[in-house]
């Protein structure tokens, strides 16, 4: 296996968090300071909004004047009518980190999806495809159907997801069904991970709450100011499938509703506010308990590199 095919044994540093939190920003500090120490970085995006040329306000990617700092990869590389999913994001992702140590570069993941981070630092569970009419007889299940059948099938994961979330309930169900083993079996067997194949800096941003909930208001004035609305119009005009990742971005519905004429342009506003502020939330919730506890938190919005930046360099 050649080096661009295998992170192997390079430094990977890691900023996380919720939307807004600042990560971009960091990345670029940390960037900077290798640079000043003669280490090149490459920043790569980890987050599942960027990864679409269409959005590139909406998903508040880098602009170019901070992608010409330093090298950037995988953001703006999938196409809205194409879905880029964690198995997508993670072979590119690792393909990209192999390539940076491979010219003595350190890699450095940025964004906020945790299932895109999760997939390529601990791998994939290797469940067989899904059989149509098994997929087609369980999506037709309401949700009180498909729960009472998941509780007999497999408890286990029933007893680990909410009751009223139908596509994960639907997604163990088939599982069970059509491989006959559970959603569990599969999980414990993941491969292509590469947490083993890397010196791993990881940092996850957790400001004060509502300094992050201004921040994300006012981030999604500033789309609107800067352009956002010409970019779902370019959405709706290439009549996407709805359920496209990309038409699913926060802000898309709201703003088609406006163009539609089916709300005001100040309900639309407050709409697209507050559902930033909801995904962030979630996100925060997640990154707070779910990565691996030695990942270090920072509590604050007052970010330091130093670490991180100590972590990489001792490597």
């Known amino acids: ?180 083993r559970t959603q569990t079996h599969w999980q414990a067997r993941k491969e292509g991970g590469i947490a083993d194949q890397v010196s791993l800096n990881a940092a996850i941003l957790l400001p004060d709450r509502e300094w992050l909930y201004d921040r994300c208001e006012r981030r999604f004035e500033l789309m609107l100011e800067a352009g956002a609305v010409a970019e779902v119009e370019a959405l709706l005009a290439r009549e996407l499938e709805p359920s496209l990742p990309v038409m699913r971005a926060i802000g898309v519905a709201e703003i088609a509703a406006w163009i539609d004429g089916e709300t005001t342009r100040e309900e639309m506003t407050a709409a697209g506010k507050q559902a930033t502020r909801n995904y962030a939330k979630r996100q925060y919730t997640w990154f707070r308990n779910q990565p691996p506890a030695d990942w270090e938190r920072f509590e604050s919005q007052n970010f330091s590199i130093d670490s991180l930046l100590e972590g990489i360099l001792r490597e």
Do not use: F
């Not at 600042?22 to 995006?45: H, W």
């Not at 590389?77 to 198995?87: K, M, P, Q, V």
């Not at 140590?101 to 290797?126: E, F, K, Q, S």
């Open 1 to 180: 296996m050649s080096k661009t095919d295998s992170p192997v044994g390079g430094p990977l540093g890691l900023i996380a968090g919720p939307t807004a939190s600042g990560k971009s920003g960091l990345a670029l500090k940390l960037a900077d300071a290798l640079a000043q120490r003669g280490k090149k970085a490459v920043i790569v995006n980890a987050d599942s909004m960027q990864v679409y040329r269409d959005i590139p306000i909406l998903s508040a990617a880098p602009e170019p004047g901070e992608m010409a700092r330093h090298l950037h990869k995988l953001y703006l590389a999938w196409d809205g009518s194409e879905t880029c999913s964690a198995a997508d994001w993670a072979a590119r992702a690792k393909s990209e980190i192999g390539a940076a140590h491979a010219a003595n570069a350190v890699p450095i993941l940025v964004g906020g999806t945790g299932l895109y981070m999760r997939t390529l630092l601990d791998g994939i569970a290797p469940i067989p495809p899904i059989d149509p009419d098994i997929r087609a007889e369980v999506r037709a299940l309401d949700q009180t159907e498909a729960r009472s059948a998941l509780e007999s099938e497999d408890a286990e994961a029933a007893a680990r997801l909410a009751p009223a979330d139908r596509a994960r309930t639907a997604r163990a169900l088939e599982i069970v069904r059509s491989t006959g």
